[in-house]
């Protein structure tokens, strides 16, 4: 399993999303390392209780910026929002039913190709929508 790194291809040269992006992925890897650490599961439900809040915490700031930019697809862009949530909250109730066969690797892998997809796929559509709105330039 290769560890996922934050890359300049994965930028919209927009600050205000690039800052979360990268913060996620930072989480993400977070949630892998515990695992590999063997750390106990506390700690790793702190990581996935912060992936989940900065999640929405992101996805609100970037429907924020689609919604200022008329982006024409942000329903659709919503609704693959909504999909990562559901997955984020999914992996935290299959940790709580069972935390020690919990594979944290396989919902890194599946949360870190979403996240990827995602940013390359949906979240570079909105650049030309969103690149010249005052916020989506402050970091
Ligand atoms: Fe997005
Ligand atoms: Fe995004």
Redesign the pocket.
């Known amino acids: 399993m290769t560890l996922l790194r934050w890359r300049d291809s994965l930028s919209l040269n927009v600050p205000a ?1 690039d800052n979360d992006h990268k913060r996620l992925f930072e989480l993400l890897n977070r949630v892998r390392f515990l695992d590999l650490a063997g750390d106990d599961p506390e700690a790793i439900m702190d990581a996935l209780s912060e992936l989940l809040l900065y999640t929405q915490t ?2 609100r700031r ?2 924020r910026l689609m919604e200022l930019g008329n982006y024409p697809d942000l329903d659709a ?1 919503r609704r ?2 909504r999909e990562f949530t559901e997955n984020v909250t999914e992996a935290m109730a299959q940790f709580r039913a069972n935390s020690t066969n919990f594979r944290a690797n396989n919902i890194y892998k599946l949360l870190a190709n979403w996240l990827v997809d ?2 390359l796929g ?2 570079m559509k ?1 650049r030309p929508f969103v690149a010249a709105l005052a916020e989506a330039q402050a970091a």
Do not use: T
Request: charged share 30%; proline share 0%; net charge negative.
């Open positions: 999303v992101h996805f970037e429907e862009h693959c929002h995602h940013v949906e979240d909105i």
